[in-house]
């Protein structure tokens, strides 16, 4: 779409939306940027317009952002949110910035979505295809946002975008040349009227507009993930359970990939850096997605071996008197606590809570009961969480990250762990997940 001249409103003034307006100012757009918060976490955001020269205004959406053509939101503006509702009324097309940038996209793009393990996927195969002599970049909702490094690939390169279901909830063309959807379970019910068939009917627009020439990659062990509505994409499979006809997965502990049933081994499971079964499960979407792009087998098995993972993903940060800390901020939904919590075998001291979002903490009860010494509740969810697991645990309200980890160090037994995996979202607290998980690393790091 050629915007030039064109007003541009864009709602958001952190990451996602200031990226859309420098590429709409680029575009020769008449951005304009309209925040609620006035709070720090927009300093940063508000300077970047300033030097940019772009208007914008901060504490309220005033009359002025609905004077426009078309409206870029981020993803942290809920659908049903009155400015994205006054918008729709009065005609203007509302899209997310993941839509906006894909308009001037010259590359391929590999979109993966998925409750848990997106960041992880995602930088796995970039950093696989990079390994590979293919030019990849990550973007979307890990590290920069799509607009921002969109006009800068070209027609042979890839763009491996990690897609939440807030992006995918205002696309009208995005079409990926693969998809990904790793695995779908209850998370941000909140957003979706406290209904699991909203969020995954959100997840599965990823696959709306691809057609003949395209891949969705999904995982064949999840069960609620749904059938595709899209007959026309090509439909690859992995499995860590079971062979499957075109697609990988896992037998004799060897990644394999099938073609029309052919197989062939890639590399054994266990050279994967990066543990646990739900990494495995990772490692085989990133199979499938770079045997499609034609990565050989060599760079897939080296790349594998030597990527060390993601910030914020059961991180290890320290280990002090036998005691290993564990930086798993990511977890931001019960079940990236589920797996986190079946990848130790050591005794955990659990820290657990912030923003709540309909959290049904039954999914991990069985495995804290089994592994886990004691929990430290913080932020607004303590307090669910302490009724939920006082009887099953020992558990204990803390008012800070500082206060959990100076209780676990002068609690836990030597040959243990203390993990930061929350379960929940980091707004009551923190600006984000990263932040949340760089003041755990400050203070775990100051420990003597």
Not at 278 to 289: E, M
Not at 300 to 305: E, G, L, P, T, V
Request: charged fraction near 25%; charge should be neutral.
């Amino acid at each position: 779409m050629d915007i030039n001249g064109k007003k541009i409103s864009i709602i958001g003034a952190v990451r996602s939306g200031v990226g859309a307006a420098k590429l709409a100012k680029k575009l020769g757009g008449l951005p304009f940027v309209s925040d609620l918060s006035e709070d720090e976490k927009i300093y940063a955001g508000i300077a970047a317009l300033k030097a940019e020269g772009i208007n914008f205004e901060t504490g309220s959406h005033s009359d002025k952002v609905y004077d426009c053509e078309l409206m870029v939101i981020s993803p942290g503006v809920p659908s049903k949110s009155s400015v994205v509702q006054n918008a729709l009324s009065k005609g203007i097309e509302v899209i997310s910035e993941l839509e906006f940038a894909s308009w001037y996209c010259r590359g391929r793009i590999i979109a993966v979505t998925g409750t848990n393990g997106k960041t992880t996927t995602t930088s796995l195969c970039s950093y696989t295809l990079n390994n590979s002599g293919y030019k990849c970049y990550e973007a979307g909702n890990i590290g920069l946002a799509f607009s921002e490094i969109v006009l800068g690939v070209k027609e042979n390169e890839y763009v491996a975008l990690e897609t939440s279901s807030f992006q995918l909830d205002h696309i009208k063309w995005f079409k990926p040349f693969i998809s990904v959807i790793i695995n779908i379970t209850p998370d941000h019910l909140d957003r979706y009227d406290n209904k699991f068939e909203n969020y995954v009917a959100s997840k599965m627009n990823i696959v709306r507009n691809q057609d003949d020439l395209d891949f969705c990659i999904i995982n064949c062990d999840d069960s609620r993930i749904p059938g595709l509505t899209n007959d026309k994409v090509n439909k690859i499979c992995f499995s860590v359970n079971r062979r499957v006809q075109n697609g990988s997965f896992i037998s004799d502990n060897q990644f394999q990939y099938s073609n029309d049933n052919n197989a062939e081994p890639i590399c054994n499971a266990d050279d994967l850096l990066i543990k646990g079964l739900h990494n495995k499960q990772n490692a085989l979407a990133v199979l499938s997605a770079v045997k499609i792009v034609g990565c050989d087998n060599e760079s897939i098995k080296k790349s594998f071996a030597y990527f060390p993972g993601v910030e914020h993903r059961l991180e290890f940060v320290r280990r002090l008197d036998s005691v290993e800390y564990i930086n798993d901020s990511k977890a931001t939904n019960v079940d990236s606590v589920w797996y986190a919590l079946q990848s130790f075998k050591e005794p955990i001291y659990l820290i657990l809570g912030g923003k709540d979002k309909g959290n049904d903490y039954s999914r991990i009860e069985s495995l804290v009961k089994g592994n886990v010494k004691k929990i430290y509740a913080i932020g607004s969810s303590a307090g669910k969480i302490f009724e939920f697991f006082k009887n099953t645990v020992t558990t204990e309200i803390k008012s800070s990250l500082k206060d959990c980890v100076n209780s676990a160090r002068s609690e836990a037994e030597p040959n243990s762990v203390v993990l930061l995996s929350p379960a929940c979202a980091s707004f009551d607290m923190f600006d984000n997940y990263e932040h949340r998980g760089k003041v755990f690393k400050q203070e775990v790091m100051s420990l003597n």
